[in-house]
């Protein structure tokens, strides 16, 4: 069985998907977003000996999951970036699935799902993080290509499992709008049927150059939600 590196577990958590789920966040990212919130996640450490980090098979990470069960509705794969580790994401969504859990992918969308269709066969969703639509505001806040995102977007709505797109919202670092906009174009009146979750920016854990940025105003964010309700969109609260 194939082994990924397990940065933590959460038990217990309503912030990662629809109901109680227990999270698991992998170890490792390919992208460096200005704004990350939990870097300690970023390193992809391939020392096996790592103390930040426990390398598990999809086995002995379900075997900490059913210590939940049946008080979760389902798991979710974060990150880092778990699509780093398509194998093994598929290893454990087989054994949640045959216990009866929803399995949920948190990802940046640079991976590019099209190309695991046995993961995507037994993933009931992703949480699409858009981080900008720009091409070069999404290399200044990340320093990577964002062409993949969009791909990722287009594909998860056309199969039906694109189950939240989330949006991280910094005044005149993130172009909220053209994202929604960008978003609706590209999947039209799905996006009637799809979670968006307008993240207000907090600078709590940041250290990149965002780190003594402030968060954005409730009239900012509510200003926000009115244009993606006007648009068509089923905001759901932060």
Not at 21 to 35: D, E, P, V
Not at 67 to 72: A, S
Request: proline content about 4%; some cysteine; aromatic content about 6%.
């Amino acid at each position: 069985m194939k082994k990924a590196p397990v940065h933590k577990i959460i038990h217990h958590s309503l912030v990662d998907g629809p109901g109680n789920r227990t999270s698991i966040f992998l170890q490792g990212c390919n992208l460096r977003c200005a704004y990350c919130h939990n870097p300690e996640t970023q390193k992809i450490c391939k020392d096996i000996s790592s103390p930040e980090i426990k390398w598990m098979t999809a086995n002995e990470v379900f075997y900490e999951v059913e210590k939940d069960i049946p008080f979760i509705r389902g798991i979710t794969l974060s990150g880092g970036e778990s699509t780093l580790y398509p194998e093994f994401l598929q290893e454990l969504f087989v054994l949640g699935q045959k216990a009866g859990l929803s399995c949920l992918i948190d990802t940046n969308g640079t991976i590019d799902l099209s190309l695991y269709p046995e993961l995507m066969e037994v993933c009931d969703g992703a949480m699409l993080d858009v981080k900008a639509w720009d091409k070069e505001k999404f290399q200044r806040l990340t320093g990577e290509d964002n062409e993949t995102v969009k791909k990722n977007l287009k594909f998860l709505a056309d199969i039906n499992k694109l189950e939240e797109i989330r949006i991280v919202c910094i005044p005149e670092e993130v172009d909220t709008e053209d994202i929604l906009k960008g978003v609706k174009a590209t999947i039209g009146d799905k996006i009637r049927n799809v979670n968006l979750r307008l993240i207000k920016f907090r600078n709590h854990g940041v250290i990149g150059r965002l780190k003594n940025t402030s968060s954005p105003s409730e009239e900012y964010m509510s200003s926000l939600k009115g244009k993606a309700l006007e648009m068509g969109f089923r905001v759901i609260k932060n």
